[in-house]
């Protein structure tokens, strides 16, 4: 790893390269360096670490490592050194919410990073046909969901592969074409909850075993918040599937984690998950009951992104891989 006091533009490609790298042995070691680089070389971050009274000198491991609030990606420009972003993801919000705001300079880099996270899991892109069901989305600019699945429709080479909106009789056709066609290729259907849900209650269809069906989260205030088991249930039973996939990423991270099974998240190399108690921003890392999750995504750094960020509440024990429910009340996002 270079040296922090040495990280400029001109190298900031070497950075790139050693965190690529990433494995789950070294996993500690570059947190640590990232940790040291960010606090010398982020303005927000380092303002943070000192108002705890904390330093590099009094870190000695990753569970020690100060995690950055949420709301800061809200009010501050959270990024280390002097750049100008090539994109700005924002979150969803509600209407009359701050947004936050993730900068990245190179959008790119994002899309190949997400599509080699999701090939880790699946199969290549290219032997798939990826059929997106997103509304709210697509309606608003500097969603980082629609970004990534751009490039997915891009990256499969299918002229069966597409957006859709609320045109749910046209996706009902592509879907019966596909179950005829019958290709080899597996079918990704990915969509919102709540996109899904108002899916299905129109057209109730047996899916082959070609389909995924993969859930994002997100009622958005369009139905009611449900846990995920019910969700997954309802559509397991309108689809005939076995399992429903849930991908889960946020505005604020580089990198996605997937559930195949039994919406039990699996983590990958470029991301750590940790949980404290409820009521002590400082505490040591907990186990085996509900806490405030924070997460470690080394996929943020190498595009010089802060990485110390997300937290809220699970209602679920934590567990390796780990396992996400939201409390059903909407808006689950928690500021220390």
Wanted: aromatic share 10%; glycine share 6%.
């Amino acid at each position: 790893m270079p040296d922090q006091h040495k990280i400029n533009k001109d190298n900031i490609n070497l950075l790139r390269s050693v965190l690529l790298k990433a494995t789950i042995n070294n996993f500690e070691s570059l947190a640590m360096s990232i940790f040291r680089y960010q606090y010398g070389n982020n303005k927000i971050y380092k303002a943070w670490v000192q108002s705890l009274n904390k330093s590099p000198d009094k870190i000695n491991n990753i569970n020690q490592i100060p995690f950055l609030p949420i709301r800061f990606f809200k009010e501050h420009a959270v990024k280390s050194g002097n750049w100008e972003p090539e994109i700005i993801f924002e979150s969803s919000g509600t209407t009359g919410q701050q947004r936050s705001r993730h900068l990245l300079d190179d959008k790119r880099f994002y899309q190949h990073h997400s599509a080699s996270l999701f090939e880790e899991h699946y199969c290549p892109i290219e032997n798939m046909h990826v059929l997106c069901l997103l509304p709210s989305y697509l309606e608003r600019e500097g969603s980082s969901l629609v970004a990534m699945c751009e490039y997915f429709v891009d990256k499969s080479q299918s002229e069966h592969s597409g957006f859709y909106l609320y045109d749910h009789q046209s996706l009902r056709k592509k879907i019966d074409l596909l179950q005829q066609l019958n290709d080899g290729k597996q079918v990704l259907l990915i969509g919102v909850a709540f996109g899904l849900l108002d899916f299905v209650a129109d057209h109730n269809i047996a899916l082959g075993q070609q389909f995924i069906v993969m859930e994002t989260g997100g009622m958005k205030g369009r139905r009611e918040e449900i846990i995920r088991p019910a969700l997954h249930e309802m559509l397991c039973e309108a689809t005939g599937i076995q399992e429903v996939h849930s991908e889960y990423g946020m505005t604020e991270l580089t990198s996605q984690a997937y559930a195949l099974k039994h919406g039990v998240f699996e983590s990958n190399k470029f991301m750590r998950v940790f949980a404290r108690e409820i009521n002590d921003p400082l505490s040591e890392p907990i186990f085996n009951r509900t806490g405030v999750l924070k997460i470690i995504d080394l996929g943020n750094n190498i595009k010089r992104e802060e990485n110390f960020g997300k937290e809220f509440i699970v209602a679920k024990k934590l567990s390796i891989p780990w396992a996400i429910d939201f409390l059903p009340n909407g808006d689950l996002i928690f500021t220390q």
